[in-house]
């Protein structure tokens, strides 16, 4: 419990901690939050928590449900508390800390402990108002009894003491005769010797101040409580009590001035373990152990009683009764002031009169015992002594007041009545008001602000001109005055001032006054300018309430002064008023416009608006927004009957404007209805750029038509895209214009160009023939000319008339309309012309092979020496006239599909092979040599006959082969190989084409092989003969190495593959080589042919196998033999096993003559 608003319980349900908060003014519905925390406290003056747990705090506010502030302590907090409403001081082991709530500030060192107070339980923590004086409270168990420890420190002087004490307080106390309060600290403690309280003033006395005697008195324990020691302390600031709480529930209540004990006694069985101040009684609240909320207060009313008749007390009730103004010393107070009265000592009884309490003493019936005193001379008089020392104490009531003031008035002297005003020395009433009016009006009208009476004030603010005032004053004390009444006055007066004076009664949502009297009363006076001024400010709210008001307002200006009325209605500020009395009034004062606003008959609104010169344009169309349909054609058709010719553009600018709601139709038909085609062309021309209806754009170009807007017309027709074009076109021919132009656009955009050809031909209109695809568009030339000769036009001006076109037109679109009437020749003039001027168009060289290839005049020459035609288009051209030309167009522009085609239709297969070589193209031959093509047969016949034997060209031919070698087709490619390599001279000695005549025999048809292997000779035959190995091909193998004389891969062929030793020998004997020889051997050995073996190598001479050759011989037995390969050996080589078996094959052979020669 941090203070009397709430108490902070923490309690365990189960395994939930939570703590309960009593709100005190609300003790029946405590509130309960699950929490985590192991302490919780309450700001001792609004909904904030503060939250602990281990060394963890938070701070919370319930209501806004956030959290204030956080900190983490390094040391634990063993005990905190709130000495005030933003500060936490927190405890620990080694120091105290204060925490302010305010902006991001964290816990600050004030003091380290003293030593005194290691191991003790603290338990409370106090400061003095200005927190300059801390004090921490501990106790600890010493000797079988509680002894308590304190801890004082200076925060100005930055030193501690320890004091031996249970419970403390601070408080701050005005002595008697002191300007200022002291600092008193009171402390209890409980001894081996016994109980003391202690009250000293702690610091220095502030200036002025006498220092308070130091108090110490015994504290009285009774003998049953041995053990009972001071817990807590709290002192009444208004009473200047100090109240002592001990552990066994005993209450002591001591005077702080005197430290006289005034009651003692137990109020509670159980320890009052945490106390706080309580306001509501100025006493002290507390709670018990066994959770009993228990509050101590001062009966004011029996207090003085109490310590003058049980305490037998006088002088401290005397005392307290002054200084805490008690009541109860009633008779010690009057009978002490009749006794100092009837003793004649004035000033002594003024003094008692004046601290009696409760003014017990201050009464009409003192003031007149004091008049009653004669004054002797040279002194003041008793009278006067009396108020003096009543100014000096504080403020004089009624009857004193009025009393002091009345000499002073007649005296002249309201300056000291002005100071004393000022101090606030004086009770101001009515009375005094009225008294002080006598002499100065502003004086009384500050007293009767005082003494709040309103009908005086306001009758004061009036007499003084301070209107303004009146108001602000009235509204201030709730006060409501006359004030149609004042507001006559005022306007008499000043009519300015009263203009003011009557905005400020109607300024709030709640008028102070009827606004139908306060005009009532401008008009009394005849103001329309200030009643003017005051109504646009009173109805600003356009009230519908207001509206006779309102009425009332236009119609005093309509008569006074129209201007203003047409200011005013221009403003648009109300809609409430009597719209067709207003009306009539505006058209008598010559209005017109805002009478025309305030109609809503037709009849009058049509009255009027046909005086459009009266008008204003721009207003007017706009008027005719507010009309409806039918009303606004009725106006418009009014407006062109009283005067077409003056009202015609103003119509026209109605009818562009509101075209959507009137209708576009509605507004043509009223125009026709006048044959106004002006005022239809100028309306259609504002919209029809907009618009998209197709009779909106005819009906313009009808009406530009009629009106000579001939340009408008060309115009319209090239750029809309909304009218009809069979209707214009149709309007345009029967409106027989001087100009043709807007017909030739609409022929000409729409594709009209036949029906416009035949329309000028024949009206004898050819110039604008000419026109057209000169100037206007010359691609449509084609058409016209095919037009042209649907009218049976002669040649001779179709010639004319394109020799004369400049522009750019289509030639193929030309040549097609010519074509698909038979007269292309027709063009053949012109077509010339154009190729001398170098006109390199495809489309014009096009037609000239057309006519030529018609007309058989050298179209061949013609298709393969000009560069400029398109093949696809001349070649398709000739394929029904001549394939053979087709041919040679589509070769000239490489056109692959269409040639073959073309060739595989007609059997041109000998012009399709000699393309097919000259074009060396993998990917079209691929095409052409497919299995599916049905025609592949004849064109290699063709290929194969005709085109290679044809072809000079070596890339021509290799391209044509590998095409053949790509499409998997050996047997057409030997018959192309053999055409080329054995019956054309000029390719015979190709090496790759040798080659490959060859291989593809060895792949396809071996049997040739031979035959070509004989025939040719420059292919490359070691490769071809070892592919011929790969290929069994062995007998061929041996051919080809035996023709080119590589007699060693020939012998080695029939000894591995062929394996025939009997002609490997004839070939050797034939060759004679050296190396033949020893591959012979080599063989023979193998063999089991020794002797043969030997003979061959000695013809070979190579003893490079002679240990081989030693091994084979002996194991045969064939010694003699051996000898002679030895002998020959021996020539060549020099080594030891050949001497060695030279001697044992001698003396095997029994040729002991050689072994001894050797």
């Not at 008027?623 to 005067?643: A, K, P, Q, W, Y």
Request: charged share 25%; with cysteine.
């Amino acid at each position: 419990m941090e203070s009397d608003k709430f108490i902070c319980v923490r309690e365990k349900v189960g395994e939930t901690a939570q703590v309960v908060i009593v709100d005190m003014a609300d003790p029946g519905n405590p509130s309960r939050r699950p929490i985590s925390a192991d302490s919780a406290i309450m700001n001792p003056a609004s909904k904030v928590i503060a939250l602990k747990a281990g060394k963890t705090l938070q701070i919370f506010n319930i209501e806004m449900k956030s959290k204030m502030k956080a900190h983490t302590m390094i040391d634990d907090v063993i005990f905190w508390k709130w000495i005030s409403v933003n500060t936490v001081a927190l405890v620990t082991e080694t120091a105290a800390y204060h925490w302010s709530m305010e902006g991001d500030s964290q816990p600050v060192k004030m003091f380290d402990r003293h030593s005194s107070l290691a191991g003790c339980q603290i338990i409370n923590y106090r400061t003095d108002k200005s927190q300059k004086w801390l004090l921490l409270v501990g106790i600890t168990a010493q000797q079988n009894r509680v002894v308590g420890a304190m801890q004082l420190y200076s925060v100005e002087r930055k030193v501690s003491q320890p004091i031996e004490g249970h419970a403390a307080c601070f408080s701050q106390f005005k002595m008697p005769g002191n300007p200022q309060e002291s600092t008193l600290f009171t402390f209890a403690v409980r001894g081996a010797a016994g109980g003391k309280l202690h009250i000293i003033e702690v610091g220095t006395p502030p200036a002025g101040n006498q220092p308070f005697t130091k108090k110490a008195v015994d504290v009285f324990f009774p003998p049953e409580a041995q053990n009972d020691f001071p817990v807590a302390m709290q002192v009444s600031h208004k009473h200047d009590v100090i109240f002592l709480i001990t552990k066994y529930g005993y209450v002591h209540l001591y005077d702080l001035e005197t430290g006289v004990c005034i009651y003692m006694n137990r109020i509670s069985g159980d320890t009052i373990f945490v106390t706080a101040p309580y306001e509501p009684t100025s006493g002290i609240i507390g709670v018990n152990r066994k959770g009993q909320v228990l509050s101590v207060s001062v009966d004011e009313d029996n207090i003085i009683n109490y310590i003058t008749n049980t305490l037998q007390n006088p002088d401290l009730a005397l005392r307290m009764a002054v200084r805490n103004n008690l009541g109860g010393a009633d008779d010690l107070f009057v009978r002490k002031f009749n006794m100092l009265f009837g003793q004649m000592q004035y000033s002594e009884a003024a003094k008692v009169a004046a601290n009696a309490p409760k003014g017990i003493l201050r009464t009409p019936q003192t003031i007149q015992r004091f008049q009653g005193v004669p004054t002797q001379p040279g002194q003041t008089s008793p009278l006067l002594q009396y108020f003096g020392i009543l100014l000096e104490q504080g403020q004089l009531n009624k009857y004193e007041s009025l009393e002091l003031c009345r000499p002073v008035l007649q005296q002249g002297r309201k300056q000291l009545l002005e100071k004393w005003l000022k101090e606030d020395k004086l009770e101001c009433s009515e009375e005094l008001g009225d008294m002080v009016k006598q002499g100065d009006l502003t004086l009384a009208l500050s007293v009767y602000l005082r003494a709040n009476v309103p009908n005086k004030v306001i009758q004061c603010f009036a007499e003084t001109g301070q209107f303004q005032k009146i108001v602000l004053y009235a509204k201030k004390v709730n006060f409501t005055p006359d004030y149609i009444f004042l507001l006559r006055n005022v306007m008499r007066i000043n009519p300015e001032q009263g203009l003011q004076f009557a905005n400020m009664l109607i300024q709030d949502d709640e008028p102070l006054a009827d606004l139908n009297q306060v005009v009532d009363v401008f008009a009394e006076c005849n103001l329309v300018q200030q009643c003017t001024s005051f109504l646009l400010d009173a109805l600003k709210n356009n009230r519908p309430t207001e509206g006779h008001l309102q009425t009332r307002l236009l119609e005093m200006n309509l008569m006074a002064a129209p201007q203003v009325a047409d200011a005013i209605l221009g403003n648009q500020m109300f809609t409430h008023y009597d719209r067709a009395h207003i009306g009539q009034l505006c058209e008598q004062a010559g209005l017109l416009q805002r009478a025309i606003e305030h109609y809503t008959d037709i009849f009058d609104i049509k009255r009027a608006i046909v005086h459009t010169h009266l008008l204003n344009p721009e207003w007017l169309v706009n008027f005719f927004g507010s009309l409806s349909v039918e009303d606004s054609i009725e106006c418009i058709r009014t407006m062109m009957t009283h005067n077409i010719r003056q009202n015609l553009q103003l119509c026209v600018q109605v009818a562009t404007k509101y075209h959507e709601q009137l209708t576009t139709t509605a507004l043509i038909e009223l125009f026709e209805s006048f044959k106004s085609f002006e005022g239809l062309f100028y309306f259609l021309g504002s919209i029809v750029n907009f618009s998209q209806e197709p009779d909106v754009h005819f009906k313009y170009i009808q009406a530009a038509c009629k009106t000579g807007q001939i340009k408008e017309v060309e115009r319209i027709c090239r750029e809309s895209n909304c009218y009809d074009p069979e209707r214009v076109k149709n309007f345009l021919k029967e409106a027989k214009l001087t100009d043709q132009l807007p017909l030739i656009i609409v022929c000409d955009r729409f594709d009209f160009v036949h029906d416009l050809v035949l329309y000028l031909y024949r009206n004898n209109l050819h110039k604008y023939i000419e026109i057209y695809v000169q100037k206007v568009n010359p691609s449509r030339v084609p058409a016209v000319v095919g037009g042209l000769l649907d009218v049976d036009c002669t040649e001779d001006v179709i010639r004319t008339l394109l020799l004369t076109i400049r522009g750019q037109f289509d030639t193929d679109e030309l040549v097609e309309e010519v074509e698909k009437r038979n007269r292309l020749k027709l063009l053949l003039p012109w077509l010339e012309t154009r190729i001398r001027e170098g006109i390199q168009e495809p489309a014009t060289h096009n037609a000239l092979a057309k006519i030529y290839i018609d007309s058989n005049n050298n179209p061949e020459r013609f298709l393969r020496e000009n560069q400029f035609y398109d093949s696809t288009v001349v070649g398709r051209y000739c394929e029904k006239r001549d394939p053979h030309l087709a041919c040679v167009a589509y070769e000239r522009g490489q056109c692959d599909a269409e040639l073959i085609k073309v060739c595989n239709e007609n059997s041109l297969f000998k012009s399709e092979a000699r393309y097919l070589v000259r074009r060396q193209d993998a990917d079209l031959w691929a095409l052409v040599l497919t299995e599916e093509n049905e025609y592949r047969r004849p064109l290699i016949d063709q290929v194969v006959q005709t085109a290679l034997n044809e072809s000079q060209n070596p890339d021509e031919v290799s391209s044509t082969v590998k095409a053949f070698m790509t499409a998997d087709l050996p047997n057409e490619l030997i018959e192309l190989l053999e055409k080329i390599v054995l019956e054309n001279s000029l390719f015979s000695d190709h090496r790759n084409l040798q080659n490959l005549l060859i291989l593809t025999a060895i792949k396809a048809d071996r049997s040739r092989v031979m035959e070509y292997i004989t025939r040719l000779d420059n292919y490359d035959a070691p490769d071809i003969a070892n592919i011929a190995i790969g290929s069994e091909l062995f007998e061929e193998a041996f051919a080809i190495f035996k023709k080119f004389d590589v007699n060693t891969s020939a012998i080695q062929v029939l000894i591995d593959h062929i394996g025939n030793l009997d002609r490997a020998y004839e070939y050797a004997e034939r060759c004679n080589e050296s190396q033949v020889w020893s591959q012979l051997a080599k063989a023979q050995l193998q063999a089991g042919m020794v002797k043969e073996a030997i003979d061959s190598y000695i013809r070979a001479d190579d003893p490079s196998t002679y240990i081989e050759v030693i091994e084979i011989a002996e194991q045969a037995g064939n010694f003699e033999d051996l000898v002679r390969y030895l002998n020959m050996a021996r020539k060549k080589l020099r080594e030891v096993l050949i001497e060695t078996e030279l001697v044992f094959a001698f003396a095997k052979t029994q040729r002991l003559a050689e072994l001894e020669e050797f």
